[in-house]
Each structure stands twice: as structure tokens, then as C-alpha cells.
């Protein structure tokens, strides 16, 4: 996230997976953005590693209809010409340590070749237990020493897939190479209205005097997919909702919008602030982890002119499985800022829409001046930050609806990114590509918030799984709200969901 916007230094850009569905959707028409920005640097190559031997040429023609299917606009082919012309494929398996041997040879001359300087980014789009052999050969071979030129490694999600396997890989990992140079990456701090929480909160000085426990009731944390599982059964059935979601995306929002001001901003700085706050989450016991949660799968059911069948017939999901695909849950942070505003985060797939948002409930006004008036109710104070369906900011408030009487009313005032800045279509990968280029970490997550994460969620693992699949609820696919106990969760402390705008 720089302020300027500056070539990056001389790089080779090297992809495990390179094959695979992420570097064709993602990774490379994000390079083609930032090509087409002049933001890729002027000394550059790209390098796809693949298990099995790909020639150069059949890697290039793959990337391309990659590019042409997945590009966010139109592709300029010149520019898309000069990006291929420097793509060479590698065949390595990290379970034959000579094919790194002699991928960094191949790697050695062809830096010399396209001068650019012994810097390298590994970019780990593989499946994750991939990760740890692949940062292990490159460790073994010496490619993760920086000597003189700077050595990365891009870790995609998820993470580990719960405290002990996170903390497991954290610290191999850095057995390897130090914090600096890895890049644990979460697409949604990609976003620009993610980003822009900092701004709103600590670039305006309205609203950081009212960001606090004497002003705010509650704050709500939605993603909800509309999507089903779809193909990715065998992957879904073992993650879950929760583990897909929570411990990530969900608490990367969760860290923005409650982390204390840093002193600069800096990524040592804002990520210490982050982690902190995520280290604050109390930790509940597993009967409190039961009562603050609600977890559910969906029905067949059907959004839109699609029919989405009942989880339990997806291919590779077991038939009796008692995987989650909706999870909510209700948390606290132990500090002053906080004690005493309740957290409550969603997120399910199957749903009426696709909806991410973070809605901030600020406390209701007194009634007594409008005792006498037929106002019985005020409306709610939302304070809301969307990035789907829009990406943009709403402020909820009453008003008086004009007449001889005092009715009121809630209105909103809405501040959508496409109304004033003309940003073009991107993957949400420009930004971070681009940061880990120029060394910028301060949107990645570092090991202690990554292990603050699981330590908060791993309660509601634990319970869910010795529950044994009593505590599932079910929701028919389609439906705008999940599992009805979910509004349980909140209706008993006297709130409830906002509702679908
Ligand atoms: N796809 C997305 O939209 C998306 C979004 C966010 C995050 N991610 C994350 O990105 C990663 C990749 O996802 P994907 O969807 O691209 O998966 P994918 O389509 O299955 O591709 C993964 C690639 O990794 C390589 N690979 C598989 N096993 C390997 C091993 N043991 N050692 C080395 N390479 C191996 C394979 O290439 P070869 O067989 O040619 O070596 C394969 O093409 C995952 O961690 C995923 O969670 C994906």
C-alpha cells in the first residue's frame, strides 16, 4: 500500500502451481493489470514450475487463454505480448530434491540473462500441503539466503487448518528464512474498501471519539456466498464455513475495524496493532464456544433459475457429513475499548445474495424527548462498510418526515466508490502482487496474528466436533438468512440481524 506509486526493483516472479486454477484466474491477469499500469518492473521475468514436464511455449499458450477468459478488461495485446515474451516453465517436484538443484541453476542463468539482480518471489499457488516441501527444498538449495538480493515466498490460504497445525507451520516456516520475507497472503485485504477502513477511521476526525464501548451497541460481520460448494467437494467437506472464512477474511475485517490507532503507518506498526486486538478475542470455554454459535448446511433449494441440490449430494462430500457451510458466532474483545460490545460474525454459501459488510450499531438516543409524539420507535444507527454487492459506505440515521407533526423516519446516505472515482475492474491481486514486489508487508498477516486467529476460533472446532453433529442446523439453499438459530443468537440479547438492503 504505497503512497507513490514506483517501479519495483528488477524481479523473477516464480509460481508453483502454475498450472492451476489460481494462476490462471488470479495471479496472471493481475500481472497483465499491473503490466498495463506500468507497474511491473522494467528488468522482470516470469517463471511457472510444474511437477510434470510443460514446455515454455505450452505454459504461454495456456496463461494466455487464461488471460483472455479471466481478464477484468479488455486485453491489450501488445501489452499482454511483452508480459509472455519473458515466461519460461521449469519442471521441479518437491519430492525429487534434484529437479531443485537444477531449477536454481536454470534460475541462476536465467537472471544473468534478463539482469535481474538474484531477487526472487516464490509465489506458493499449490495446495497447502505443498507448501511446507516446497519451502523446504528451497531452503535446502540455499534459494531463501538473501545475499545481496532479496529472497520472498508468497503462502496463500488457508494457513493451517487449526492452532496447532497453524503454529506448526509458522514455525518451520521460520526455521527457513526470517518473518520479513514471507508473505502470508489474504485476498480480501486486496479490496480497496477493506483498505479504506483505516482511512475512514483514522483520517477523519469524527469518528474515532464515538469508535468505543460509550457509543457502540454492536457490530455485525456478514459474508455470505451464493454460490453452493459446487466442485470443490472433497476440499469444502474437510474445511467447513468456519475454517474456510473465520479465522482470515472474517477476522481481517474484525482486526481493521477494532484495532487501536498505530503510531505510524508502517507495517510493524499496524500489524502489531492488529495482532493485538486479534489476541484480545476471548478465548471461550467449549460449552460457551456451543452456546455462542450456531452452525448449519444447507437443503436443496434455488437462487434464482438455479437449482442448488442438498449439500449432502454434492460429488465427494460424504453422505452422512456433518460439515458446516453457515457458521455464526458471537465473540467478545477483552479490552477497554471493546468490554462489553458484543461481535457477532456470519458467513454461509447457498444465500439469497452475495453479501459482504461490516455494520457498526451505534447505541439508540433517548427516547424521552419524543415521548409525546407518535414515535414509539426509533430506526437503527447503522454505520455500514460494504464491499459486495457495492463497494462503499452508508450511514443510517432518522429524520423528520415533513408535516404539521413529528413522524419520523430512517434514511440513508450512501457513498459509493464507482460514484466518484473511476477505478478500473481488477482481481483484487494488483495491490498485494505489487506490495510484496516492492517489499511492502504491511497487508499480509504475520505469524502471531495468524496464530491469534485459530487460538479464537479453535474453541468452536473443538465443540463442534465433540457435539458429533447434534448442534447442525439445516437452511434450504436460497434462503437470505441461514439456519433460523442464528437469529437466535442475537434475538435473546435483545438485537437482530440488519436485514438484506
Ligand atoms: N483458485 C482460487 O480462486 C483460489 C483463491 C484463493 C486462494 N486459493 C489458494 O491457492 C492455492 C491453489 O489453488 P488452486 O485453486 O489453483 O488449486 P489447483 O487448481 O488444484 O492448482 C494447484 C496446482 O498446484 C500444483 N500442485 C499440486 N500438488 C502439488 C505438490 N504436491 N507439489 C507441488 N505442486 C503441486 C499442481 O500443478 P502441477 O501438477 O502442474 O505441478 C496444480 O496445478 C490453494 O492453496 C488455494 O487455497 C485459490
Not at 104 to 121: I, P, Y
Not at 208 to 234: A, C, F, M, Y
Not at 339 to 355: E, H, S
Amino acid at each position: 500500500m504505497a503512497n507513490e506509486r514506483k517501479r519495483p526493483d528488477p524481479c523473477s516472479f516464480i509460481i508453483f502451481g502454475a498450472t492451476g486454477d489460481l494462476t490462471h484466474r488470479l495471479v496472471i491477469p493481475a500481472l497483465y493489470n499491473l503490466a498495463a499500469s506500468d507497474l511491473l518492473p522494467e528488468k522482470f521475468c516470469v517463471v511457472g514450475i510444474a511437477r510434470k514436464g510443460m514446455s515454455s511455449n505450452q505454459l504461454t499458450e495456456s496463461l494466455k487463454k487464461g488471460l483472455h477468459k479471466f481478464a477484468t478488461r479488455p486485453v491489450d495485446e501488445a501489452v499482454a505480448e511483452r508480459l509472455f515474451s519473458c515466461v519460461t516453465a521449469i519442471e521441479a517436484d518437491p519430492s525429487d530434491p534434484a529437479s531443485f538443484d537444477a531449477m536454481n541453476e536454470r534460475l541462476d542463468k536465467l537472471e544473468k540473462a534478463r539482469e535481474t539482480g538474484g531477487n526472487r518471489l516464490f509465489y506458493l499457488a499449490t495446495p497447502p500441503s505443498a507448501f511446507l516441501p516446497i519451502s523446504r527444498e528451497l531452503g535446502r538449495t540455499g534459494m531463501l539466503k538473501e545475499n545481496g538480493a532479496w529472497r520472498r515466498l508468497v503462502v496463500e490460504k488457508p494457513f493451517g487448518t487449526d492452532l496447532a497445525s497453524a503454529r506448526a507451520l509458522n514455525a518451520a516456516l521460520l526455521k527457513l528464512m526470517d518473518e520479513h520475507q514471507i508473505y502470508r497472503i489474504d485476498h480480501y485485504l486486496g479490496k480497496e474498501t477493506v483498505q479504506n477502513i483505516l482511512v475512514l477511521r483514522f483520517a477523519n476526525g469524527m469518528f474515532e471519539p464515538i469508535w468505543n464501548r460509550n457509543h457502540i451497541d454492536h457490530i455485525q460481520i456478514t459474508v455470505d456466498e451464493k454460490l453452493g460448494v459446487g466442485h470443490r467437494g472433497s476440499f469444502y467437506d474437510a474445511t467447513g464455513a468456519l475454517r474456510d472464512m473465520v479465522p482470515n477474511h472474517l477476522f481481517q475485517l474484525l482486526s481493521l475495524v477494532t484495532m487501536e490507532p498505530p503510531a505510524r503507518f508502517d507495517a510493524q506498526a499496524v500489524r502489531s496493532e492488529k495482532a493485538e486486538v486479534l489476541q484480545a478475542i476471548q478465548v471461550q470455554s467449549e460449552q460457551d464456544a456451543l452456546y455462542n454459535s450456531v452452525r448449519g448446511q444447507y437443503r436443496a433449494g434455488r437462487i434464482g433459475d438455479t437449482e442448488i441440490e442438498d449439500y449432502l449430494k454434492t460429488p465427494d462430500v460424504k453422505p452422512d457429513s456433518t460439515t458446516e457451510t453457515y457458521a455464526a458466532l458471537k465473540l467478545t474483545i477483552d479490552n477497554w475499548r471493546w468490554a462489553g460490545v458484543p461481535f457477532y460474525l456470519r458467513t454461509g454459501k447457498a444465500l439469497t445474495i452475495k453479501r459482504t459488510e461490516i455494520a457498526i450499531k451505534f447505541k439508540q438516543a433517548p427516547f424521552a424527548m419524543f415521548r409525546n409524539t407518535p414515535v414509539d420507535r426509533l430506526s437503527q444507527n447503522y454505520l455500514v462498510i460494504s464491499t459486495e454487492p457495492t463497494e462503499g459506505i452508508e450511514l443510517q440515521f432518522n429524520t423528520k418526515v415533513p408535516g404539521p407533526t413529528i413522524n419520523i423516519d430512517g434514511v440513508e446516505m450512501k457513498f459509493r466508490y464507482k460514484d466518484y472515482f473511476k477505478a478500473e475492474p481488477s482481481t483484487g491481486y494488483e495491490t498485494l502482487i505489487y506490495d510484496c514486489m516492492i517489499g511492502d508487508n504491511i497487508l499480509f498477516q504475520r505469524a502471531d496474528s495468524v496464530e491469534a486467529g485459530w487460538q479464537a476460533v479453535q474453541p468452536f472446532l473443538d465443540a463442534w466436533k465433540n457435539a458429533g453433529g447434534r448442534d447442525l442446523q439445516s437452511y434450504k439453499a436460497g434462503s437470505s438468512e441461514g439456519p433460523e438459530a442464528a437469529n437466535a443468537l442475537l434475538t435473546r440479547d435483545g438485537r437482530s440481524w440488519r436485514k438484506l438492503g
